[in-house]
Structures are given as C-alpha cells and as structure tokens.
C-alpha cells in the first residue's frame, strides 16, 4: 500500500445510479485504500426529497454543501443548508436529505468502517 492516494471523486463509478430517480453516489473508501476514512460524493436532482434516510452504530459522519441548498432531516426535526455549510452527525441520529430549486451537492466523510458495515437504512417522513 502507498502513503498516499489521489482519486478524482467524479470518476468513480455512480453506484446509486438506477435505484434512486435524481440520486447520484460516488464512494471512494477503498479507491482511496483508506481503512479509517470514507469520503463520498452525492448529487440530489432539483427538488429530490429522500424518502429513506440512515443511522450507524459507530460510524460519525461530516457532510459539506459543495453546491445547491436543500435541507437535512436529522431526527425527525428540518434543518435549511447552504453552500459551504458543514453538518456533523452522531451515529445514532437518523438523516436524510432534499435538495432546493437548484439541487444539492454533498460530500460526505466518514470514520472508520466496522468490517460488514454499521449502517440502516429508514423509511423517513418530513413534516409539511
């Protein structure tokens, strides 16, 4: 293994590609042949609101709004998102995103990942 990686995040395979309308997901952990970092990169359509959202056992996550506006789900409760604006979450806390008029662009770091993975998926209900 090298010291180092450099990987161009948008020439990683989309691998959410055909299972969300408008959602695309770029996973870099193992291009980046990281064991204790993952680094991703998502792009929401206009207008897409998640319908599902995640938690994780151990895994704390960093999302960064590289472009667009949207909001956050975190828990239940509705949170707005700007360009540059950065969101910790907590393992336990549930999250799901919508993108705004002009779409969303995230990138998402992770901490170590438990071997098999610690994420679950949620079905989520915005409030109106």
């Known amino acids: 293994m090298e010291g ?14 055909g299972r969300v309308e408008g959602l695309e997901g770029r996973f870099a952990r193992t291009r980046l ?11 929401y359509a206009p207008h897409l609101r998640a319908s599902t959202g995640h938690r994780h056992g151990q895994q704390e996550e960093a999302y960064i709004v590289v472009a667009g506006a949207g909001q956050v789900l975190l828990d239940g409760t509705v949170h707005e998102l700007h360009h540059w604006d950065v969101v910790r979450v907590a393992p ?20 170590p990942k438990p071997a098999g ?7 989520v209900v915005w409030p109106d």
């Open 4 to 17: 180092y990686a450099i990987v161009n995040l948008l020439e990683i395979e989309d691998s959410v590609s």
């Open 33 to 43: 042949d990281s064991r204790d970092l993952g680094v991703s990169h998502f792009r």
């Open 92 to 111: 336990e806390v549930v999250r799901a995103f919508a993108a705004g008029p002009e779409g969303l662009e995230l990138i998402a770091i992770g901490g």
């Open 117 to 123: 993975g610690d994420g679950e998926m949620l079905e």
